[in-house]
């Protein structure tokens, strides 16, 4: 077999399709956040990121960044092994005591990152809970679907957000086999949110455990920033809460919260977790700054949902077609693969304005889009100048306004 040539040609297909890959190269600003530095073949030019996951611009505190310069005068760069051997520092251990506490659990486990969280943990408990069947939410992130996949548990599909879909799922299961109910909280491309009171009422009525992704809500919903579990007062009828800190925590590294027993079994179980070393302190201890400022700081909370009503209005006047969501994440439809990022790339090189685009497999195709999330610290001016450049480029591109 030729592999060069087999690489190539699989490669050829997603650029056909326009949907290959191209990274953004750019130098993220301590303090200027969310202005960039963008390295293009022609040198380096300023401009705004209008689609990170630091929705709460917290890679830039100065109490992180205070909190991260301080751990590794005090512990150095990496963890130097496992938690088990010999890598269990001091800062991990506060980390999960904070992250316990944020979710009013009893115990939580961090991972290297969100993606093998949800991976280890699934796999783990689909692998070992004889005769566990999984129900996954039609739009569950990928880390999910993979974890489960490779549990080789049977599994049933729900459709999105469906609550009455998922109970007649679950009613053809058999009554005492063990059931999982696998969803997230916020959806990340479309922006909704999942009634999880009544995933849990019939969780509860099918005697299923629950797994909630919190990851696009961790920091940003809740009194205490506990996510969509905390806010709507749910928390405590969720098994397993997993988040990231790599999105609005604004460092790096993933997690799952739950009963002491539950986590305690995924610490012993769980070989992404067991075999993987951790992280490294000053990350942790950093992750851990954050928690706490985010905890006793609402008001960042208050200006994000602001920032993002305030876009969606601005848009909706302009004629724009943005989804209409509850939540921090405004997608704007485009509709097809290689026009999404021919907008992408005008809005970057024309001006100045960053937004990836979002493609198959990410979306189903059809409903390609800009994805778009205002952090508090996006400026009405920087609205204005995002809207009167996307204007331009729909009139350039000749793309469908909303209806
Ligand atoms: C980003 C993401 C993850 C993975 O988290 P990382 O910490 O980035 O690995 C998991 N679930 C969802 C829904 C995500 O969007």
């Known amino acids: 077999?030729?592999?060069?040539?087999?690489?190539?040609?699989?490669?050829?297909?997603?650029?056909?399709?326009?949907?290959?890959?191209?990274?953004?190269?750019?130098?993220?600003?301590?303090?200027?956040?969310?202005?960039?530095?963008?390295?293009?073949?022609?040198?380096?030019?300023?401009?705004?990121?209008?689609?990170?996951?630091?929705?709460?611009?917290?890679?830039?505190?100065?109490?992180?960044?205070?909190?991260?310069?301080?751990?590794?005068?005090?512990?150095?760069?990496?963890?130097?092994?496992?938690?088990n051997i010999s890598g269990n520092n001091r800062f991990h251990v506060l980390l999960e005591q904070e992250l316990a506490s944020l979710h009013g659990t009893e115990a939580a486990l961090l991972f290297t990152s969100g993606y093998t969280a949800n991976m280890t943990t699934l796999m783990t408990l689909g692998a070992s809970i004889p005769g566990c069947t999984i129900f996954s939410d039609s739009q569950n992130h990928n880390s999910m679907i993979e974890g489960i996949r490779h549990s080789r548990a049977p599994r049933m599909v729900f459709r999105h957000n469906d609550v009455a879909h998922l109970e007649e799922l679950l009613a053809q299961a058999p009554v005492n086999a063990p059931k999982l109910i696998a969803f997230e909280s916020v959806y990340s491309m479309d922006g909704d949110i999942a009634p999880i009171e009544k995933i849990c009422d019939v969780a509860e009525k099918y005697n299923a455990m629950t797994f909630l992704d919190e990851v696009h809500a961790v920091g940003m919903y809740g009194a205490h920033g506990g996510g969509v579990s905390e806010r709507d007062g749910q928390s405590h009828r969720i098994t397993f809460i997993q988040g990231t800190l790599a999105k609005a925590i604004g460092v790096h590294g993933g997690y799952v919260a739950g009963s002491r027993a539950?986590?305690?079994?995924?610490?012993?179980?769980?070989?992404?977790?067991?075999f993987s070393s951790s992280m490294p302190p000053a990350v942790a201890a950093g992750a851990r700054a954050s928690i706490q400022y985010l905890k006793q700081h609402n008001e960042l909370r208050?200006?994000?949902?602001?920032?993002?009503?305030?876009?969606?209005?601005?848009?909706?006047?302009?004629?724009?077609?943005?989804?209409?969501?509850?939540?921090?994440?405004?997608p704007v439809l485009v509709g097809d693969a290689a026009r999404c990022k021919q907008a992408s790339d005008l809005l970057l090189d024309e001006h100045g304005i960053y937004i990836q685009?979002?493609?198959?497999?990410?979306?189903?195709?059809?409903?390609?889009?800009l994805r778009i999330t205002p952090t508090p610290l996006h400026t009405d001016a920087q609205m204005d100048d995002l809207v009167g450049s996307l204007l331009a480029v729909w009139a350039k591109l000749d793309l469908k306004m909303s209806a």
């Open 302 to 330: 208050d200006r994000h949902q602001e920032r993002a009503e305030t876009l969606r209005q601005k848009l909706a006047a302009a004629g724009l077609p943005a989804i209409v969501t509850k939540s921090h994440i405004v």
């Open 1 to 83: 077999m030729d592999y060069a040539r087999f690489f190539e040609e699989q490669v050829s297909g997603l650029k056909a399709e326009g949907r290959y890959r191209v990274f953004t190269e750019i130098m993220r600003r301590v303090s200027r956040f969310p202005e960039a530095a963008y390295y293009t073949q022609r040198g380096t030019r300023d401009i705004v990121v209008w689609c990170s996951n630091d929705y709460l611009g917290m890679g830039q505190h100065p109490t992180v960044l205070a909190a991260m310069h301080e751990a590794i005068d005090l512990c150095g760069a990496g963890a130097g092994g496992t938690r």
């Open 357 to 369: 685009p979002i493609n198959y497999p990410t979306v189903p195709r059809g409903s390609e889009r």
């Open 262 to 274: 539950a986590v305690d079994f995924i610490r012993s179980f769980g070989q992404g977790f067991i």
